[in-house]
């Protein structure tokens, strides 16, 4: 299955609970408005000055001009006299009269305290004007928005200090498989590995704000499967499994999660990936991720992460895509979309893609070592030098 229509059957099954919570601003970090937050002041609150120099009315320039008052950030001072200047400094509002600012190195004072401007001023220079940044009544930031730090402290400009917000959505997380240690807990076996999917998905879901609820690992067997599969949709919003998705003797997702809810398997036409799953226990939605490291990585940030970013109510679920230089090629088409692990270099033209050598859906490191994935759309050869977009592993994760 393209991955277009995988997203487009996957976001088209995401119900949003609506559920609501009310937090402190400085809670509210990743979290999604569930409301608009209309801004009730003028920001900024007054016209106020851009620099440190002196308020002046153009016409009166270029003097000499007694100084006759100084207006510091926080004070508010007295109209000003024509004929004269005011001393006043950044963020501080601009006297009445006043119809530009000078910043201080273009003015000497002489001996007798008398100020002369040089070069030309024009009006309003130096003003920030009143409202500038968000006026009264206008929206500040609108439902859906998943809160980043620059906006908590817009939201902050405006005078805000609690917002309503969809509650943070809990995410169980299963990790199939015999062969699974958890780090710290066991020297390996023959055959064992340790369990890095719960943690990357763990982080993953962080990043996105949402709660990481762990069900640990889960042994390769239908009843102790089926068990576990059950009490994580009873505790979460959504549950995702890592590996024992595809429809091998020792794979009893697919089989479990169609005894006690529903399940689509696809065989997603991308690389790294493959294996997916889609369905339901009860109501709560269910993604079943493939086992491999960094096919679970790819298919996360690919497919489960907009289809939570929508569960959680949020507008903007898109994958901001780059376009840079490959700086590699491909052999030949491949019927498969790939997510080629590349890093980033500046080059004479702009940014570079660089391919990590060992693009094995097995290797983490491939992941780990890059700075973003080069989409190579299904039947298409990149030469060096072609362009490609790029997905940048610090907005995905
Ligand atoms: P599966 O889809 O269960 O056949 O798993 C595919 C591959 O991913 C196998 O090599 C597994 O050992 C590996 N794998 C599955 N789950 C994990 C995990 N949680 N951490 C690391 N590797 C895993
Ligand atoms: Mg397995």
Redesign the pocket.
């Known amino acids: 299955m393209p991955l277009e229509e995988a997203l487009e059957r996957i976001l088209g099954g995401a119900r949003p609970t609506g559920a609501t919570d009310e937090l402190s601003l400085i809670d509210a970090l990743g979290a999604v408005l569930a409301e608009d937050v209309i801004s009730g002041i003028d920001v900024p609150g007054d016209d106020n000055s851009a620099m440190d120099g002196y308020a002046v009315r153009g016409e009166d320039l270029p003097g000499p001009l007694p100084i006759s008052q100084r207006i510091a950030a926080g004070a508010v001072g007295e109209p000003l006299q024509p004929g004269t200047a005011a001393r006043i400094f950044t963020g501080a509002p601009i006297p009445a009269g006043a119809d530009a600012v000078v910043m201080q190195e273009n003015c000497s004072v002489d001996q007798g305290g008398l100020l002369s401007v040089d070069g030309t001023v024009t009006t309003a220079q130096n003003i920030r004007p009143r409202g500038q940044d968000i006026a009264a009544g206008a929206v500040a930031l609108s439902k859906g928005r998943r809160l980043r730090p620059q906006d908590l402290g817009l939201l902050a400009s405006v005078g805000v200090a609690r917002v309503t917000v969809f509650r943070r959505l809990k995410v169980a997380v299963l ?3 015999d ?2 240690v958890e780090p710290g807990t066991a020297d390996l076996a023959g055959g064992q ?6 943690f990357t998905i763990a982080g993953l879901l962080a990043r996105l704000g949402l709660e990481f609820v762990d069900v640990g690992i889960i042994p390769d067997d239908a009843q102790a499967t089926a068990k576990a599969l059950l009490r994580a949709s009873e505790l979460a919003d959504c549950v995702i499994t ?5 429809v ?1 003797e ?2 009893h997702v697919k089989a479990q999660v169609e005894q006690i809810g529903h399940i689509d398997l696809w065989k997603l036409a991308i690389k790294p990936g493959k ?1 997916l799953a889609f369905g339901a226990i009860g109501d709560t939605p269910f993604i079943g991720l ?4 960094t096919s679970v990585f790819a298919t996360f940030c690919l497919v489960a992460r907009p289809f939570l970013l929508k569960l959680q109510g949020a507008t903007d679920c898109r994958i901001p895509e780059l376009t840079v230089t490959a700086g590699f090629a491909t052999a030949k088409s491949s019927p498969r979309q790939d997510h080629v692990r590349v890093s980033l270099e500046s080059g004479d033209e702009g940014l570079v893609a660089r391919r990590f050598a060992n693009q094995s859906s ?1 290797v983490l490191s491939s992941v780990s070592q890059s700075d973003a994935l080069a989409v190579v759309p299904p039947g298409v050869v990149v030469s060096e030098g072609d362009k490609v977009q790029v997905l940048l592993l610090d907005l995905l994760a």
């Open positions: 990790s199939t498989g062969e699974l590995l340790y369990n890095s999917n719960r890592s590996g024992g998705v595809s091998g020792e794979d294996p493939p086992g491999n490291p097995g």
